[in-house]
């Protein structure tokens, strides 16, 4: 079974204080916060690395930014970036006390779902999937890649 393209956040290896992150491969600049001791990008990655995938159409790229599987989104991280790793991802859901909501944005999310209060401007997005060709959840759901391994052929997410 192929891996599901997601959406990914990246985790700073380096500490840059909020400072937007520029991705010299392609120009664009990304939105960073400081959550707790983490510096995280506050919006989704959007280079176009082959194999990597819009939901529906470049429009929702600009949006939500581009969906990865698990492979290209290991090797799409801009110069001092990383994915995050589950002990990271523990790290940012302990250091909001377990309350996620507050880190989705304020809008964006469909009344099924969780507009948050985005007090820490991680703002995330529901992104949503794609599953082989079926792209699935914009608007209701947001899936991002963990760097940690959960089997031999998945990660976490």
Not at 54 to 75: H, Q
Not at 135 to 141: E, K, P
Request: aromatic share 14%.
């Amino acid at each position: 079974m192929p891996p599901t393209p997601l959406l990914i956040l990246l985790l700073a290896i380096a500490t840059y204080a909020q400072t937007p992150l520029y991705d010299k491969r392609d120009g664009k600049t990304y939105k960073t916060v400081k959550i707790g001791t983490q510096i995280w990008m506050a919006e989704n990655l959007n280079y176009n690395a082959e194999g990597s995938d819009c939901y529906n159409n470049l429009k929702n790229c600009e949006i939500y930014g581009r969906l990865y599987n698990w492979e290209i989104a290991r090797k799409s991280c801009p110069n001092g970036w990383r994915l995050p790793g589950d002990a990271d991802w523990k790290t940012l859901i302990a250091t909001v006390n377990g309350d996620g909501e507050i880190l989705n944005a304020k809008s964006g999310w469909e009344k099924c779902s969780r507009n948050g209060t985005d007090d820490y401007g991680f703002s995330a997005l529901p992104g949503g999937s794609t599953f082989y060709d079926y792209s699935y959840d914009i608007g209701r759901g947001g899936y991002w890649w963990s760097a940690s391994e959960h089997n031999n052929y998945e990660a976490y997410r």
